[in-house]
């Protein structure tokens, strides 16, 4: 089935900016959804971005205007600029996809990278 690995987390002063990407490896049909989600200390996961498959590019009302999501469709890799960085995004960041692989249809998840906005 499809795996997903997430790059590009670390530490940044607030302000800052940082580049996240994930990218999917294994066989797949069809990708569909591609999102970024994060779960911030004492806080439920929450959807921060997404290409939804209805071709919708959403995004988390506390995010907008300060993250911009991309998606390359040759390497089927999505990408979130995150810049205006404040300490309230600090958390572990997800990227999501549906897809449809050789386990059929369903989601998959990576395993994080941690962003801390901090002085």
């Known amino acids: 089935q499809v795996q997903l690995a997430e790059s590009g987390g670390g530490l940044v002063q607030p302000g800052g900016s940082l580049r996240l990407s994930c990218a999917p490896s294994g066989f797949f049909h069809e990708i569909y959804d591609m999102e970024w989600h994060r779960q911030s200390p004492g806080k439920q996961r929450e959807l921060v971005a997404e290409f939804a498959s209805n071709g919708e590019i959403n995004y988390a009302e506390s995010v907008k205007g300060r993250f911009t999501i991309f998606r390359d469709n040759i390497e089927n890799k999505v990408e979130l600029q995150m810049d205006s960085l404040k300490p309230e995004d600090t958390g572990v960041y997800y990227c999501?996809?549906?897809?449809?692989?050789?386990?059929?249809?369903?989601?998959?998840w990576g395993p994080g990278t941690r962003v801390t906005v901090d002085t």
């Open positions: 999501r996809f549906e897809v449809y692989d050789a386990q059929g249809y369903g989601e998959r």
